[in-house]
């Protein structure tokens, strides 16, 4: 690039999820955050999607360094899989920073990743970038907006945000300093877009807080609250609405006990008593417990989709349960939210959601926020970001409202000079993504044409079941496969994944269900996992039952 300030992202914008922007000054470069967004039924056998960073690779000797605005994975979850190629420092307030180095350590990059761990609302120097920390307020701890001062300028990139003036762990957002940034005159927002078509406010996790409390006083039998793992104050505010109803709280999901951890670490949830795993809960009576649950979007392997199935080898939901939902949906998930919603329908749970009950704020910032936000900054220029293209069009409409006459519009891989002179976009770089498939990161379009082989016969197994007319098995589970995944289900494999069907077999004919497809269910997830866990392959799976 030549001299000038410069924006560019190459992920995050027209999508929710998966952000890299970058910035540009006189040919150094600065990235804000690397995240990811997750595979679903158009990208078989995909679980997690980067963003394509050979643009700033191909520059890497200029990047000076990786900041990180808070810890969800669509902001850093690509880190570990894509710093070998950049190389270059990191800075995160310490949430973000506990939780990347639980990242990097599954990566084996833990001492290897220079990783410098910043006070919140500290200022710091990277390379010619004097970047300030702003405290915000979001639906994870640790939020932050970024003001980037420049010879250009100051931009403002606020991250994901919202101005929550109770949010019960954490400080509250930081208006005073966002008004003294705006005093000393702001070039550009950069600004999330993703709340833009909502009206008014986006409410407060306290009145969550109290609405929880009020549904779980309602409840009989076992209760399990689906939410965000890394809402860390919503699975506070879980704890205290269990802990006035008489309940004790069971985690029922790995990144739960991942993200609580890093919490305490960081120093929070230091008034939470340790909570119960789930085999534990178990004996207690069924309404003095509370499951707090992963797989509120549907995910299959996530822990409530699998009490769904009756496949959780510690959880179990009955008729009379009640599953509350506190989360959102996220756009590209409502089919696999209804499947899951219909499946606990069926198996007689009664569920809350946030349209039975105050059970889930947003953590991005509806319009009345917006309007606040750019009443404090008052930028001349709003670049909105962090959202489809329908809300980054409203975003932009609301900015002009607001007073600001300059709004760009971008996409991922729009280059735009904000300054010197009129801001424009100028270039179009290469934007694409990466498929993680089988540990290995391939490029979208071969990625697509693997994933399509698969579904036609190659990396598939077929699992075929003989069952008595009492639910028992009649033989050993026999299992074949494709040829992607030819010659792997063989000894420990094979017996492993023998001994857990027929378990899966057990569990279901206790349950004297009829109806076959929750175990077709639940062998699939198994047979994937056993493959999956020892050669990293994820093969479709095609489960047979035949009655004898």
Not at 179 to 190: F, H, K, P, Q, S
Not at 529 to 541: E, L, M, N, S
Request: proline letters at 6%; glycine letters at 8%; hydrophobic letters at 45%.
């Amino acid at each position: 690039m030549s001299q000038g300030l410069y924006f560019l992202p190459l992920g995050g914008s027209g999508e929710i999820g998966m952000n890299l922007n970058l910035f540009a000054l006189d040919g150094r470069w600065l990235m804000v955050d690397l995240g990811v967004t997750f595979g679903n039924e158009t990208t078989p056998g995909v679980d997690v999607i980067t963003p394509d960073p050979a643009f700033i690779r191909d520059h890497a000797d200029a990047l000076e360094a990786i900041v990180l605005t808070h810890a969800h994975e669509d902001h850093l979850g690509a880190v570990a899989h894509l710093w070998p190629e950049l190389g270059c420092p990191i800075y995160a307030t310490p949430f973000t920073a506990a939780v990347l180095r639980n990242k990097l350590a599954e990566r084996g990059l833990v001492g290897k990743v220079p990783v410098n761990v910043m006070a919140l609302g500290s200022r710091f120097q990277v390379g010619p970038f004097d970047i300030e920390y702003v405290t915000v307020t979001h639906s994870i701890p640790e939020p932050n907006a970024l003001a980037i001062r420049t010879p250009y300028g100051t931009v403002l990139h606020t991250g994901d945000w919202k101005f929550d003036p109770r949010p019960l762990l954490g400080e509250p957002p930081d208006t005073a300093r966002l008004r003294a940034v705006g005093d000393e005159g702001v070039l550009a927002l950069i600004g999330d877009s993703t709340n833009a078509p909502v009206p008014g406010h986006s409410g407060s996790e306290s009145d969550v807080r109290d609405g929880l409390a009020e549904v779980i006083a309602g409840c009989s039998g076992r209760v399990a609250v689906a939410c965000f793992a890394s809402n860390v104050a919503r699975v506070e505010s879980v704890v205290h609405a269990a802990t006035v109803n008489g309940r004790q709280v069971a985690l029922a999901g790995r990144s739960l006990w991942r993200m609580t951890g890093a919490a305490r670490e960081a120093g929070y949830l230091q008034d939470v008593p340790p909570f119960l795993e789930a085999e534990d809960a178990a004996y207690l009576p069924d309404d003095e417990i509370l499951y707090i649950c992963t797989g509120s979007q549907g995910e299959a392997r996530a822990a409530l989709p699998r009490i769904a199935r009756d496949a959780h080898p510690q959880v179990r939901l009955d008729p009379g349960d009640t599953v509350v939902f506190s989360s959102r949906v996220i756009p590209g998930n409502e089919l696999a939210i209804a499947s899951l919603q219909a499946s606990l329908v069926r198996a007689g749970v009664r569920l809350v959601t946030w349209e039975d009950a105050f059970v889930h704020v947003s953590g991005h910032p509806a319009q009345d926020e917006l309007r606040r936000m750019y009443e404090l900054v008052r930028p001349a220029i709003a670049v909105p970001v962090h959202g489809e293209a329908r809300h980054m069009a409203v975003h932009g409409s609301l900015a002009r409202a607001c007073g600001v006459d300059q709004v760009i519009e971008v996409r991922n891989g729009d280059c735009v000079r904000l300054a010197p002179g009129k801001p424009a976009t100028v270039a179009r770089v290469h934007a694409g993504r990466l498929w993680l498939r089988q540990n290995r990161l391939t490029p979208e379009p071969e990625a697509a044409r693997l994933s399509r082989e698969e579904a036609t016969g190659q990396g598939s197994a077929v699992v075929t079941l003989a069952l008595r007319h009492d639910h028992s098995l009649a033989d050993l589970p026999l299992v074949t496969s494709g040829t992607l995944v030819e010659g792997v289900i063989e000894g420990p494999v094979k017996r492993r994944m023998q001994e857990a069907v027929q378990k899966a077999v057990e569990a279901h004919a206790a349950t004297g269900a009829q109806d076959d497809q929750d175990l077709r269910d639940s062998i699939e997830v198994i047979v994937q996992k056993a493959i999956f866990d020892a050669h990293g392959q994820r093969p479709a799976v095609d489960v047979h039952v035949v009655r004898i």
